[in-house]
């Protein structure tokens, strides 16, 4: 088998599968340079990140007799061409459900893997304008990027099992209602069964400058999953904060 560009496994998760424990996969790359992301040495190919034979991998999954479920992540898990070898062999070699955590930014390899996968997890970072550019630290791309996550979106449109997408709330970054408001819409027209707001931490950040930044408070978190909730009448709502872990966002206010 081949090798993969690879960080290590978590072997016990709780949070990275919905209601299963799972292993979390860590693989190193990726396209984007968000200033605020918190895996800079996935991203740049630095830290644990080195070479393995992608049978060592399922080797370790296969010995974890806890685990339910993989979760694959990154950096961005489909950057590694690689990364369709992997998911191939764990689905052939193991029993366990799998997910990958992916931004959106390489349609074609995900349709090569989605009837591979159980769940899936996309960024939708942010409105698909010039902003998602913005968002990603690659303001000057703006317009090729946004192609690949209409991309993405539109082969998920068409895939009709359990999938979510997920948006960081970052201060003065993304943050604002009426654009977490047209995310929502796009949430709602893919068909997602799951939206999570996920709070930004101020740790270890890409651009240091991020890191003097506070995170935003759960009382913000809950306004914007509300305003999202209001548009997503028939997806599960929810926002995750260091505060309080996941919280689900009902229609009418109060019922968190
Ligand atoms: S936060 Fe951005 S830069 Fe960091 S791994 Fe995710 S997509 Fe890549």
């Known amino acids: 088998m081949s090798k993969i560009n690879f960080a290590g496994i978590v072997d ?8 299963k424990l799972s292993a979390v996969v860590y693989l190193c790359g990726c396209p984007y340079r968000c200033p605020w992301c918190q895996n800079a040495e996935l991203v740049f190919n630095e ?4 070479p393995i034979g992608i049978d060592r991998i399922i080797d370790q999954l296969n010995e974890n007799f806890l685990i339910q479920a993989v979760c694959v992540t990154g950096g961005e898990p489909l950057m590694q061409k690689e990364t369709i070898e992997l998911l191939r062999g764990i689905k052939s070699e193991t029993d366990l459900l799998l997910k990958i955590d992916t931004n959106g930014y390489f349609p074609e390899r995900l349709k090569e893997v989605l009837p591979l996968l159980d769940f899936f997890t996309t960024d939708v970072k942010a409105p698909l304008s010039e902003r998602y550019g913005e968002v990603v630290g690659l303001p000057d791309r703006w317009e090729k990027i946004v192609d690949r996550v209409e991309r993405t979106l539109n082969i998920l449109k068409k895939w009709n099992h359990q999938k979510e997408a997920r948006t960081t709330i970052v201060p003065d970054m993304i943050d604002k209602k009426e654009e977490i408001i047209e995310i929502a819409k796009l949430v709602d027209d893919v068909g997602f069964t799951l939206y999570t707001l996920q709070q930004f931490r101020a740790e270890r950040t890409l651009d240091p400058e991020y890191e003097k930044i506070q995170s935003p408070s759960p009382e913000l978190m809950r306004e914007l999953g509300r305003a999202a909730k209001e548009h997503l009448p028939k997806t599960k709502v929810q926002i995750v904060t260091q505060q309080n872990g996941f919280e689900e966002i009902r229609c009418k206010e109060g019922e968190i």
């Open 47 to 50: 830290g644990n990140c080195k």
């Open 12 to 19: 016990h998760s709780t949070i990275d599968y919905p209601e």
